[in-house]
């Protein structure tokens, strides 16, 4: 693998596609068939540099200070475990297989309340959090690829940025208006990415 500094998940899917079409064509003794690339990941970054001109940079400051401001400086989930003096980034991974019935009833629901199924696990996941914690205000880091330009799909390079998603709890909301507020904060983060 590779560290982070240079590239993500989405370039490594990205390299071992283009691996694969390389050797294939090299096999046969043909030239490359890969298209060259619109631009660089160095045109990315002065895209992104001009993207963060001061009235840009500004209005994204705004959104920020304004979603965060009064946040918890911790959720104080239960643990089976003190937490630790100093915070460490270890962890474990947990893979689960959605059954198809259970998927499938999520379709239906991300359907009937106008989400994606990201926003559905995403409310699901904070509502949890927010229950165990006894807290109303739910805040996680959640990344995102950073590829929405169409120009940066092919592209190796480290894209990924995280957002803060905060849930507001608040009020006994019904699923439809929590599911409200959650898509309204996924796509003001997205937004303001």
Wanted: charged share 20%; proline share 7%; hydrophobic share 45%.
């Amino acid at each position: 693998g590779m560290h982070h500094i240079i590239s993500d998940a989405w370039s490594m899917d990205v390299l071992v596609k283009e691996i694969g079409i390389l050797y294939m064509a090299f096999s046969a003794g043909m030239a490359s068939p890969l298209p060259p690339l619109p631009i660089q990941y160095v045109d990315f970054s002065v895209w992104q540099r001009q993207q963060m001109a001061a009235d840009e940079m500004e209005k994204h400051l705004q959104y920020w200070v304004k979603t965060l401001t009064g946040t918890p400086p911790v959720l104080d989930i239960p643990t089976d475990r003190p937490r630790q003096d100093f915070p460490s980034s270890n962890g474990a991974v947990f893979d689960l297989k959605l059954d198809p019935a259970i998927a499938s009833a999520v379709n239906r629901a991300c359907a009937a309340l106008d989400l994606t199924p990201y926003m559905f696990f995403l409310g699901a996941w904070q509502l949890l959090l927010g229950r165990y914690a006894s807290s109303q205000d739910v805040v996680i880091g959640a990344p995102i690829a950073g590829r929405g330009r169409s120009e940066v799909q092919e592209l190796i390079g480290f894209f990924v940025n995280l957002v803060l998603m905060r849930a507001d709890l608040r009020g006994n909301p019904t699923v439809k208006e929590f599911y409200g507020r959650v898509k309204e904060m996924v796509l003001g983060a997205f937004s303001h990415q």
